[in-house]
């Protein structure tokens, strides 16, 4: 026996079964074609955000780079200055200041360090103070040397 089918029937059979609020999210889903303006405003934002962060971080850096050069500049010199000082064989108690060319002032102290504890020696403890001083955009820096040598009294 031979069992004809209806084509309801066999539609009904492949028919998908689809519920009401999925077919509305399908259809909402299809029709969406690119992002809205919500979404397109909160990632400029973001973007804003981490761009701004980015720069402000390399702009520090720029900063300290250049703040990091005067202090190197002056330490050159600063140590060159003290070397000279150091190198002297007449040296003796004193002080003295000087301006470069290029807006650096140096001081210069030279003291007895321990008086009391070398008058019995044929030695003294000389202690040089080095200071030298400069304008950056309108404020003025300072950097520090200390050293100490030891000298032959002269009788």
Do not use: C
């Not at 005067?70 to 040296?91: P, Q, T």
């Not at 108690?93 to 290029?102: A, I, V």
């Amino acid at each position: 026996m031979t069992q004809r089918f209806r084509d309801s029937e066999i539609r009904g059979y492949h028919r998908f079964t689809i519920s009401p609020s999925h077919r509305l999210t399908v259809s909402l889903n299809s029709q969406r074609g690119g992002f809205t303006l919500l979404e397109i405003l909160v990632a400029t934002a973001l973007l804003g955000i981490a761009i701004t962060v980015v720069l402000q971080l390399f702009s520090a850096n720029l900063r300290a780079i250049a703040a990091s050069e005067d202090y190197v500049s002056a330490a050159i010199k600063a140590e060159i200055k003290m070397r000279d000082v150091l190198d002297d064989k007449e040296l003796s108690e004193k002080s003295w200041s000087e301006t470069t060319d290029d807006g650096y002032r140096i001081d210069v102290s030279i003291y007895d360090a321990v008086k009391d504890r070398t008058e019995n020696l044929q030695i003294r403890l000389l202690e040089v103070n080095l200071i030298i001083r400069w304008i950056k955009d309108t404020k003025e820096k300072s950097l520090t040397l200390k050293a100490m040598k030891v000298v032959e009294k002269k009788i």
